[in-house]
Every structure is written in structure tokens, then in C-alpha cells.
């Protein structure tokens, strides 16, 4: 069974630039969840999709966005970078949208200066 | 609205000691609760759940953790403590109920050190 996969594992951007971070959820699992995790905080719910439709949304601006494909994968696109949005994002897979356990990926290192 | 409070952002014990960590939260139905753990450079790891069934939860690793909801704690425990498990832990809640289980709420966090 594979786990939750994410790519890139690092990436350096600068202020303004765009960026697209890409997430392939565990075998047989049709939800995904974006986290933003802060140096030294815990996780902040950004978004989830189920079935391919976003299905509830944290407390993010409109710059952050997603998709997810017909397989399940997922990606979160960030516009306008800023320098505080410079996080390890985590995407997490769960079975169904019924399902309260999340699997979380390895992350993704953004640096934004 | 839900919350997490992790007492503690840092708690240190010795090897074989006891662990414990403390988590208390917060929400307007009942909740599901979860202790994660988290490696350096690394994503989480789910450690244990509670979803309404038994309240003393047994995880991973051999920890365990005590639903007490007149006390609106899930505090974590292990009876012994191994140099391996030295991490950040995380506790977190989501609400029950329909398809809206999607936002984890997460505490802030304790990481866990454990010296010879």
C-alpha cells in the first residue's frame, strides 16, 4: 500500500512568484487536506477536496487554490507569494469524507524571500 | 468553533520514565481527537484515535491516551520512555458527524525529549 506522496520535497521562490505543490493521496483514499505548518507551530487547515470539489475551507485568502483530479491527486497553488507564506505545507489523505483519520504526507518546504 | 491546548511546549524525562502529555480542547459537539507525532523534516504520523468507542485508546508505540469528558482532556501517555521517542507531538480535533470531518484542529504542539 503507498502511502501519501508529495512533491517537491524543498522549493525557493520569490516574493510575488507563483508556486504549485502537487500530492498524491494513499491507495483507495478519495479526500484530500492541505495543511499550512509554520516554523514552530502546529498545522493551520487550509482546504479540503472531496470528489474532486472543494469541501470546507480554513481561514486562507483567495491566493491560495486547488485542484483535485480524477484519480484523487491533488494540488495547491499559491499566487502572489508573500514572505510569510514561507511553511512546510502538508497534505493529508482519508478514506472518505466521512472519515475523521488523516494521513499526512512527507511535506513540502516552501522558502519565499 | 473548536480548540486545542497542549499544556507544556516542552516536557523532559529520563529513558524508562514515564511519559505524559497533556491536551485539552474544546468543541460544540462531540468530538473525534488524535495524537500525532512528528520527526524532525518529517511529515505526521498518526500515533491513536478516539472516534466514540472505548475512551482509553491504545496507539502505536506503546502509547496510550484517556478520553475524560467532564474534564475535556485526551492527555497521552506512555509508561516507559525510549530514546526514540524524542519528536514534536501534536494533538488534534475534528467534529463528528456528516462530511464536514475535513478540519483538524491542531494545539500547539510539545516536543518530547528524553535523556539517558
Known amino acids: 500500500e503507498t502511502g501519501v506522496t508529495q512533491s517537491p520535497t524543498h522549493l525557493i521562490k520569490t516574493r510575488g512568484q507563483q508556486v504549485t505543490l502537487r500530492c498524491s493521496s494513499q491507495?483507495?483514499?478519495?479526500?484530500v487536506s492541505w495543511y499550512q505548518q509554520a516554523l514552530g507551530q502546529g498545522p493551520q487547515f487550509i482546504f479540503q477536496y472531496y470528489r474532486e470539489e472543494e469541501n470546507g475551507r480554513g481561514n486562507f485568502p483567495p491566493r491560495f487554490s486547488g485542484l483535485q483530479f480524477p484519480n484523487y491527486s491533488s494540488e495547491l497553488n499559491v499566487n502572489a507569494l508573500e514572505l510569510d507564506d514561507s511553511a512546510l505545507y502538508l497534505c493529508?489523505?482519508?478514506?472518505?469524507?466521512?472519515?475523521?483519520?488523516?494521513?499526512f504526507g512527507p511535506g513540502t518546504r516552501l522558502t519565499v524571500t | 468553533a473548536q480548540s486545542v491546548t497542549q499544556l507544556g511546549s516542552h516536557v523532559s524525562v529520563s529513558e524508562g520514565a514515564l511519559v505524559l502529555l497533556r491536551c485539552n480542547y474544546s468543541?460544540?459537539?462531540?468530538?473525534?481527537l488524535f495524537w500525532y507525532v512528528q520527526y524532525p523534516n518529517q511529515g505526521l504520523q498518526l500515533l491513536l484515535k478516539?472516534?466514540?468507542?472505548?475512551?482509553l485508546v491504545k496507539g502505536i508505540n506503546g502509547f496510550e491516551a484517556e478520553f475524560k469528558k467532564s474534564e475535556t482532556s485526551f492527555h497521552l501517555t506512555k509508561p516507559s520512555a525510549h530514546m526514540s521517542d524524542a519528536a514534536e507531538y501534536f494533538c488534534a480535533v475534528s467534529r463528528g458527524g456528516g462530511t464536514s470531518y475535513g478540519k483538524l484542529t491542531f494545539g500547539q504542539g510539545t516536543i518530547l525529549t528524553v535523556h539517558p
Open positions: 491507495s483507495g483514499h478519495n479526500t
Open positions: 468543541s460544540s459537539v462531540p468530538p473525534y
Open positions: 493529508a489523505s482519508s478514506l472518505r469524507a466521512d472519515r475523521p483519520e488523516q494521513y
Open positions: 478516539y472516534t466514540s468507542a472505548a475512551t
